[in-house]
């Protein structure tokens, strides 16, 4: 099972764009969150906003107001509507799960992080 991200693109200060998320290659038994991340080169990997099985959600400060994450953590679906994009915003956007692979995998208490492959984002006039 892997996660596929798309929606990346290169767009001007002040566009929008709206990335998907989804498992592919197979199910998974029970997803707890789903999450994007960005990286930039030579810096760390850092959470951009986060959706929890019961629908709840959070997001890092430098977006709020203008990203929103929504989805079907249940169907592992994830999307990130990103509005209002700055220069700031370029990144490599990833995807990233926190779930029981399987039954197996519950039965034994074993959870395990999903990572899409990344999309890159460029807002730039």
């Known amino acids: 099972v892997q996660l596929q991200a798309c929606g990346g693109g290169s767009v001007q200060p002040g566009g929008s764009l709206r990335l998907s998320c989804a498992a592919s290659?197979?199910?998974?038994?029970?997803?707890?969150?789903m999450s994007w991340y960005r990286q930039v080169p030579g810096r760390e990997r850092e959470l951009v906003a986060r959706?929890?099985?019961?629908?709840?959600?959070d997001s890092s400060d430098s977006v709020k107001g203008r990203f929103t994450i929504s989805g079907d953590i249940a169907n592992s679906m994830v999307y990130l509507q990103m509005n209002a994009l700055e220069p700031e915003d370029t990144a490599v956007y990833y995807c990233?799960?926190?779930?029981?692979?399987?039954?197996?995998?519950?039965?034994?208490?074993?959870?395990?992080?999903?990572w899409g492959q990344g999309t890159q984002v460029t807002v730039s006039s």
């Open positions: 990233h799960s926190q779930a029981y692979a399987s039954l197996y995998e519950y039965r034994r208490r074993r959870r395990q992080e999903f």
């Open positions: 959706m929890s099985s019961d629908g709840t959600t």
């Open positions: 290659g197979g199910s998974i038994y029970r997803t707890f969150t």
